[in-house]
C-alpha cells in the first residue's frame, strides 16, 4: 500500500526549481536583515517570518510551476 502516489520526473524538477527558489529568498533575507542590524542595531524581519516566508515560497512556487507543467 502506497501513502503517496510516485512523482513524475517533471513534478521533481518543479520540486528542485522550487526548492532553489526559497533557499535564495532566504538568503536575501538574512542578508537584509544583517545589514538592518548593523546600521541600526534592530532586526527588520523576525526568523519565524523568515521562516514562514521560506515555506510559502517553495510550496507556493512548485505549485504554480507544476500548474503550468499540467497545462502544457
Given at each position: 500500500?502506497?501513502?503517496f502516489k510516485?512523482?513524475?520526473k517533471q ?58 507543467s499540467e497545462?502544457?
Amino acid at each position: 500500500m502506497k501513502l503517496f502516489k510516485d512523482v513524475s520526473k517533471q513534478e521533481h524538477q518543479n520540486w528542485n526549481k522550487a526548492v532553489s527558489a526559497g533557499f535564495y529568498i532566504l538568503l536575501l533575507l538574512l542578508f537584509v536583515n544583517i545589514i538592518m542590524y548593523t546600521y541600526k542595531g534592530a532586526e527588520l524581519v523576525s526568523s519565524s517570518s523568515m521562516f514562514w516566508t521560506g515555506i510559502v515560497v517553495t510550496f507556493g512556487y512548485q505549485f504554480i510551476l507544476n500548474r503550468k507543467s499540467e497545462k502544457k
